[in-house]
């Protein structure tokens, strides 16, 4: 009986310590960062707008989590929508916001072929398989490439924005 009642209590004491990752201020929740290895989230079917909010939920409590690096697997994926699109860009977005990178792994040839047109393989790093994409977390020169490509991105859009304002004559 005594095992049970300390194994009762070392459940109550990780039940704590999954609460402490949020730290209030201001009423805000701030995420933790865990420097882990990255998290792989298997999309089991294809992306449209009745499977995102599904995937959407794993996401967010994945980066609610304090995980930063996230990989989706698309073994099982064999069409994306415009919603599934829509989503991937949000997460991308989402997830360089809280300092953080979203790879691809195991697209089939027909999605792969759909991002190139797009040039959304410009955008999203894209790996044969899931164990490629881990130790690409772990490469330091893909985290300086990383790291230079962002800091160009946003010089670009900056530089974009300013040439792009439109003075209104009457």
Known sequence: MNYNSKSNKNTKNKKKTKKNFFKKSNNKKQVKVIEKDPIVIALKEDLNSKTI???????????????????FDFENVNYIASAGFA?????????????????????NNNILELLIKVHLDLTFEIFNNVNEAIISFNNKTEVLFRTEKRKRIKALLKNQSK???IEIFY
């Open 53 to 71: 909010k599904k995937i959407y939920v794993e996401f967010d409590r994945t980066i609610k989590s304090g995980y930063n690096k996230i990989i």
């Open 87 to 107: 989503f991937l860009l949000y997460s991308l977005r989402i997830a360089h916001n809280n300092k953080g990178e979203i790879k691809f792994a195991n697209l």
């Open 163 to 165: 040439e792009d304002s």
